[in-house]
Structures are given as C-alpha cells and as structure tokens.
C-alpha cells in the first residue's frame, strides 16, 4: 500500500484556504477553539490535527478530509497509477493530455461561474499584503506610469522594478498590483519572492543566494489557484498546463525580490514565455534587458519627496520631532542619499540620541550606512528588545501577532514584552500592522532581516 502521487500536502493545503480567506492565523484559532500556535505549527508541518479539529477545519473550509489531505487516497500496488503518474510516465504523449485539459476547463469554467466573486476577491499574493505604501509625488507619477503599461491590452506584459535594497521596490509594486485589483483589471495576484531563508519545521535556515527557481514558482502558483495536480507534472507538461490557465484568465503575476542577475533575466525571459493576456510585475536588484520588459529603476528620493517623507514619519513618532529645522532634515536626506528606509531608520534614532550626534556618527559610516545605523540602534536596545528581534528575524517568515510574542516566552512579563516592542517599534525596527478585526501583527523588513541573520552573530 502506498500514497497516491498527486496527493495535497495537509499543512500546504491548510494554509492555502486560510489565506485564500484573508484569515490569521489567530481568526482560524479563534473559529474553532484552539490557540494561534497550534495553526501555526498544523501550517508548518510540525503536527497534523487530530480528528476532533480536522472535522472542524473540514466545516470551517467547506471541504472534505481527501480535500483537506488528511485521508490519503491508497493503492494497492505499484502498477495502479493516477492520471498524473501516467502523463509522467508517457513523455511521447502531448505536453497536455486531452483528460487534462478538460480538467483545466472545468476548472477555469467554475472560476468564471457562480463563485468567481469569492475567487476574484481573494486570490492575493498573501505574504506581501502587509507591504506598507507612503503616497508621495514621486512615487504617485511612478504609480501611474506603471498601471498605464498594464492596464493596456497591447502594452508590454512584464514590468521589472529594479533598485539597491531599502528603495521601497516590494512596497511600490505590491500599491501597484493592489490598485489594478481593485480597479478589476486581472482576476487576481499571484506570485513568490526569492527568500534568503527558508522555513524548517519552527525554524529559518540560511540558503544559498536569493534565487528562485522557476519551477518552484509555477508550482506555488498552481497551488494558489488551487490547481494541486499541476506541481507533480514534468517541466513541459506543467508550463503547458499553467499557459493554457493564462490564456483563459488575466493574472497579474507578481515575482518579488530578485537579488541575482543571471537569475532575473533568465526568469523573466521563461515567465513571458507563458504569460499569454496575463501580465508580470517583478522587483530586482539587478535591470533586466529584454524588449518586452517596461523598466523603472528606483533610486533616492528627491529632497522634495524625502522631505515630505520624513514628516510623515515624524508624525508618527511623536511631536517632539515637529520642531527640527528643514536643513536637519536636509542634512538627513543628504546623508541617507534619499533612501527611505534609511531615513525612517535615522528619523527612529532620534527618539534616543540627539540628531546632531546621529548624523555626525552617520558621517564616519561612508559606504557601510545601513550596517552602521543597523548596529547603532542595535546597541541602544534593552536586552529582551533585542530577543524580540532576534527571533523575529529567525523564526518568522511573514509577520508574527501580539499572542505568538508573547507564547514564545521570551519576556518575562506582559509590560516588559509591551516595552520592548514599543522600544523596536520607535527605533523603525519593527513594523506594525492592522488587520480588519483592529489585531496588531508586528514584521521587519528584508534588511533588517539580513542584520539580524548574517551581521549581528559578529555582534551577539
């Protein structure tokens, strides 16, 4: 006896349907009577429900166990094979046997039908929804430009942002593919970034350089279509099997995050390839040379938008900002070179350190400014402040609610665990995010990240 090939992945499944919903991991939890980390470790693999709460993520999700993958559809012998198997198997036949693209157009069919309104509605790249956009001139000009090329039928179908890290690349495309949405010019966002880490049970892993290969992207866009049979394709039957799906739908596909340059052009050259009246949207390091590509390489910004930029962020700190001469937050801009994330990080300092004594330190940091400001905040931060970022860094992929802090025990109390990330939070080390239900998730950015994975063990 064995598993049938093609079977859903209980833990991958269980995370689909949730994020198809729009739901936390907390709102599942709450839903059917456990707790947050429970959700979390049946999503990560860790456990598999037992079956009083299966029968409750079953009425929950509206699907049956098979469905679920909690009840493995078995064979009696090696030599009953699935439909799949068998295309595997035949390498002669048709990149799409005719039983699978029937399958593909009663599937399409049901996307179009009575439920298309739910489809339509949730089908978002979830991992990037928390992206937080700032609306300045610069940044709208871009926008428009950008949602012209396409929204245009005949326009070019692949769209590459390309910067440094810390421009806002992940945040003006994630804007970008949220207003195109809601104008209801594609049918929905799907996509997958480049990770430098990888989830590992409870823990994050260092693996090789960002790269992304692009058989594993088309498999998690199988699976955020909901298409489970797709991933266990060969190569040409499952890109012939996504180019028939983008045919029929208009996707916008969302590739985020590419840091390695032969590593870009080469996915972005396969992915137009299949793309069809779908469209792509990817960020990137490094530019991207090809004729169907509409570029926008982000840089600093101007003092105009760095300016406009740094009120908004004094704003949110605190008023005690609100009196600091433009040419300090001149001298900031120049210093930062425009960069963003820098200049929210500086404008953070602030709330700890005399302004004059930041910037004459940011001075002496030349070309290493991000992991100078990085450690000059690190060395300001309590002791449990720096636990909070270090486990954020390492064991959470996404963002993390206010409930896993504080299951994770790493302060000793409520108001020391509230301390500390109020202190991360005025630092700009720890984004906070709302959801609908006013729930506060806590996340970091990339370069934060990378600190905190790969500069701070020096340090620690």
């Not at 080390?429 to 600190?451: A, C, E, M, N, W």
């Amino acid at each position: 006896m064995h598993m049938k090939k093609g079977q859903p992945i209980p833990n991958l499944r269980l995370k689909y349907e949730r994020e198809m919903r729009g739901w936390t991991q907390e709102e599942v939890a709450e839903k059917i009577g456990t707790t947050a980390v429970s959700v979390s470790r049946w999503e990560n693999g860790v456990y598999t429900p037992d079956i009083y709460y299966r029968n409750k993520l079953c009425k929950l999700y509206q699907k049956n166990p098979q469905q679920l993958g909690f009840v493995s559809e078995m064979v009696d012998d090696g030599r009953a094979q699935s439909t799949h198997e068998t295309l595997r198997d035949h390498d002669s036949i048709s990149p799409i046997t005719e039983e699978v693209m029937n399958n593909l157009q009663a599937r399409s069919a049901s996307v179009g039908g009575k439920d298309s309104g739910h489809r339509e509605s949730n089908l978002w790249y979830a991992p990037l929804s928390n992206e937080r956009y700032y609306s300045l001139p610069k940044r709208e000009q871009e926008l428009k430009q950008l949602q012209a090329v396409l929204s245009d039928p005949q326009g070019l179908p692949v769209v590459v942002i390309d910067g440094l890290g810390g421009l806002g690349k992940t945040a003006l495309a994630v804007e970008l593919a949220r207003r195109l949405l809601h104008k209801k010019l594609f049918e929905g966002v799907l996509g997958d970034s480049a990770k430098q880490q990888l989830l590992e049970g409870e823990e994050i892993v260092q693996v090789r350089e960002a790269i992304l290969d692009f058989d594993l992207l088309l498999d998690a866009i199988a699976r955020q279509l909901g298409y489970w049979e797709i991933p266990t394709l060969n190569a040409e039957k499952k890109r012939a099997a996504l180019a028939h799906i983008f045919r029929q739908h208009r996707y916008l596909i969302l590739v985020d995050n590419l840091e390695e340059a032969e590593n870009a052009q080469a996915l972005v050259a396969q992915l137009h390839e299949l793309l069809h009246i779908s469209r792509a949207l990817v960020t990137s390091r490094n530019k991207v040379y090809y004729s169907f590509v509409h570029p926008l390489s982000l840089h600093g910004l101007d003092l105009e938008n760095g300016l406009i930029f740094m009120r908004m962020g004094r704003e949110q700190h605190g008023s005690h900002l609100l009196d600091v001469p433009e040419e300090t937050l001149g001298d900031i801009h120049e210093i930062t070179g425009g960069a963003p994330l820098a200049m929210k990080l500086v404008v953070g300092q602030s709330m700890f350190l005399d302004l004059n004594v930041v910037l004459k330190r940011l001075r002496q940091a030349g070309s290493n400014l991000y992991p100078f400001i990085f450690r000059q905040s690190w060395e300001h931060l309590s002791p449990t402040a720096q636990h909070v970022l270090i486990y954020i860094g390492r064991t959470v992929m996404t963002t993390v609610s206010w409930d896993e802090l504080l299951d994770a025990e790493i302060a000793e109390s409520e108001a020391v665990l509230i301390a500390s990330i109020d202190q991360l939070v005025t630092s700009s080390l720890l984004d906070v995010y709302s959801s609908p239900q006013k729930r506060h998730r806590y996340g970091i950015h990339q370069l934060t990240r990378q600190f905190v994975n790969s500069e701070l063990p020096e340090m620690w």
